[in-house]
């Protein structure tokens, strides 16, 4: 049974919602956000990716930029180390870390992630 709203309509809503976004992240409650009294249905590294994801390629197509294969490179790697960083030392037990930095490391990897996948298409 769905436990994260409380009125008939939304539990099938977010009970499918679940069903999906497990494919695409391991929601444990204690790394998601809490909005209104209720544990969101996927974590908060996930939620700044594709939250970043989606409005990094919405500007990318509606500007129509144009880069080079090694910017792209250099971008994704760098926007993608501080993910690399604070989930690999949090992995590994050197240190605890919070939602909020979860978060903002999921957007710098999204909008790295961003530019990989804007490339990939407009070539």
């Known amino acids: 049974m769905c436990l994260y709203f409380d009125c008939n309509y939304f539990i099938s809503i977010a009970c499918v919602g679940m069903s999906l976004l497990k494919y695409i992240c391991h929601q444990k409650d204690k790394r998601c956000f809490i909005f209104f009294g209720k544990v969101m249905p996927i974590c908060s590294r996930c939620f700044g990716i594709y939250f970043s994801l989606f409005f990094s390629l919405l500007v990318l197509f509606s ?10 490179l250099f971008i994704f790697l760098l926007f993608n180390i501080p993910l690399i960083i604070d989930g690999g030392t949090q992995y590994f037990g050197l240190r605890k870390s919070n939602n909020l930095l979860r978060f903002f490391t999921g957007v710098l990897a999204g909008i790295g992630s961003a530019f990989v996948i804007y490339y990939l298409i407009i070539i």
């Open 63 to 72: 500007l129509d930029f144009s880069f080079s294969k090694k910017f792209v």
